[in-house]
């Protein structure tokens, strides 16, 4: 009897603890298959998503900007966003992305963004870093200094931007008003201490505190890859923008083609090491601005192998502070086209292909095929080398201009007469009167270029068909003489399209007035006729300090 009850007693027990622990388990299950309220709403992001699992349509029909949003949303900092090849994906405003991101389309063909909508100047794509504060110095910061002295760097990262901004007007084209072109640059920090933030390198420039307002912005950028994507707007004549990249680091655009963005195609401001490149630009040009592609107020960038035509200035370095150290190379930019009033460029407005608007400091210009253009290459700027260019069919007022700024070396360049223009060019309208497809001048040369704290370097170029003359110097400010302080002109080869007869004159440097160089170097340049032979008469209105 006493076993029998020991026997009850342990059943019992033994059931309990059976029925404890299968409710536990069925517990635990309802608590892991249905999450708390908190868990529910938590949002899930991902490294790369397609914006057709966010919804989008891509018929061109369809708005699809909430979607394409959306998706933005789900994507992982970093991460990418995947649009299909050879949809149209219309959108109604612009999408502003402000984390590092990358867009691409699965497929051969690019994706296209539609925007219908051009009543504002906003751009279809924006992306955008944020400045993190604004502080005002009150010491000297001196050129090639990298550690900055800052009131509190807690707030300070490695890989942050500072921009300096000065209220000084920029020494050469000195605007003032709503443009305030003045001093400044933008640089990368790579450490802090507790007072200084340190920068990749050294400044480029000098500011005092006791002549001049200074201001420095902390930036925390972002990093932004797009590639095979085009950007398309409905034809307009508002000013509107196709992409704008502001407050980037070590960015990247390819292949990215963009049409009908009358204002900037691609505009990159205040960023750092940006690189552009295998693009097309088609009809930038409102005639106010119309930038083909344009790095404002930036460092480090690289514009190259792209292609832009219909537009009134191909590629443009400048900002309302300097833009330093960018690099224009291999790009080929093409005139004709009409400006939106529906005026004719070469005829009726002016055109350029490549240049400096306005700041700009330690610019190359290299490799550029420049060809239909009133100018080819159009400098605003200090400190410039251009190099290798080839300027190809009609240069209507010359292959390169120069004004406001100082130092320029011009290497290594030639002109190629004829009216063959590269297929993508052909669908550009010329002028019908336009008939003589070469280049009346290489080289002007502005009296607002600085010229008597100036080296100009002149060499190796190869000019052919040239009809007015070699060199031609401006005078802008009404001083009626040159000082140049080194004039160098060595070893270039030019054919002139005029014959030898006395109305129609050559000259190899042409100025109504004197100019005086301290230090100048003449030899091994040769002018040939038509026929390959020297001129028989070779103009100079040129004057030095040596010999007259």
């Known amino acids: 009897m006493i076993i029998f009850f020991i026997f009850l007693v342990l059943a019992a027990i033994l059931l309990v603890t059976f029925w404890t622990n299968h409710a536990q388990k069925k517990d635990n299950v309802t608590s892991e298959s249905k999450p708390s309220i908190e868990q529910s709403e938590e949002k899930k992001t991902y490294s790369f998503i397609n914006v057709h699992d966010a919804g989008a349509i891509g018929d061109g029909k369809h708005d699809?900007?909430?979607?394409?949003?959306?998706?933005?949303?789900?994507?992982?900092d970093g991460g990418s966003l995947i649009f299909d090849s050879?949809?149209?994906y219309l959108v109604a405003e612009t999408i502003k992305i402000t984390k590092d991101i990358t867009l691409t389309t699965k497929g051969q063909t690019n994706?296209?963004?539609?925007?219908?909508?051009?009543?504002?100047?906003?751009p279809v794509l924006y992306f955008t870093g944020k400045v993190k504060d604004t502080i005002k110095i009150n010491t000297t910061l001196k050129t090639r200094d990298i550690h900055i002295k800052l009131p509190n760097s807690d707030n300070v990262d490695s890989d942050d931007l500072l921009l300096i901004e000065s209220d000084t007007p920029w020494y050469f084209d000195p605007r003032t008003g709503t443009q305030n072109l003045h001093k400044g640059e933008l640089h990368r920090i790579i450490g802090a201490n507790k007072s200084e933030a340190i920068l990749s390198e050294g400044l480029w420039d000098t500011y005092d505190p006791d002549a001049e307002q200074i201001e420095v912005k902390l930036i925390d950028p972002i990093k932004v890859n797009v590639e095979k994507?085009?950007?398309?707007?409905?034809?307009?004549?508002?000013?509107?923008?196709?992409?704008?990249?502001?407050?980037t680091s070590n960015s990247s655009i390819n292949n990215v083609n963009v049409r009908n963005s009358t204002s900037t195609g691609i505009h990159v401001i205040s960023s750092y090491r940006t690189i552009v490149q295998d693009s097309i630009v088609v009809g930038a040009n409102d005639k106010f601005s119309g930038y083909g592609i344009q790095t404002y107020g930036s460092s480090y960038s690289i514009i190259k192998d792209n292609r832009v035509t219909g537009s009134r200035r191909g590629i443009d370095v400048s900002g309302y502070y300097p833009d330093y150290y960018t690099t224009v190379e291999f790009n080929t930019v093409f005139g004709g086209g009409k400006n939106e009033f529906g005026l004719h460029y070469l005829t009726e407005d002016t055109q350029y292909g490549v240049g400096s608007h306005s700041t700009a400091n330690y610019t190359v210009f290299r490799g550029n095929i420049l060809g239909n253009l009133n100018y080819g290459i159009n400098i605003r700027s200090a400190n410039v080398k251009i190099t290798q260019n080839k300027f190809l069919g009609l240069i209507k007022g010359s292959c390169i201009i120069l004004g406001y700024g100082k130092n320029a070396s011009i290497i290594d360049n030639e002109t190629i007469s004829g009216n063959q223009v590269p297929k993508f060019a052909s669908d550009i309208e010329l002028p019908k009167n336009i008939k003589d497809f070469n280049a009346s001048t290489f080289l002007i040369v502005k009296r607002s270029y600085e010229m008597d704290e100036s080296k100009l370097l002149i060499h190796d170029n190869r000019a052919e068909d040239i009809s007015k003359e070699f060199i031609k110097f401006l005078d802008v400010k009404e001083m009626k003489s040159f000082q140049i302080k080194v004039l160098d002109i060595l070893d270039n080869n030019i054919k002139s399209v005029n014959s030898n007869s006395n109305d129609n004159k050559f000259f190899f440097i042409y100025s109504e007035f004197p100019i005086t160089a301290n230090e100048s170097r003449f030899s091994n340049n040769t002018v040939l006729n038509q026929t390959q032979k020297p001129m028989k008469r070779i103009y100079y209105n040129f004057k030095n300090n040596k010999s007259e």
């Open 64 to 76: 699809d900007t909430k979607a394409i949003l959306n998706a933005i949303g789900q994507v992982k």
């Open 86 to 88: 050879n949809k149209i």
């Open 229 to 247: 994507i085009n950007v398309v707007r409905a034809p307009s004549n508002s000013r509107t923008i196709g992409m704008k990249l502001e407050y």
């Open 111 to 122: 994706a296209t963004l539609l925007m219908g909508s051009n009543r504002k100047k906003e």
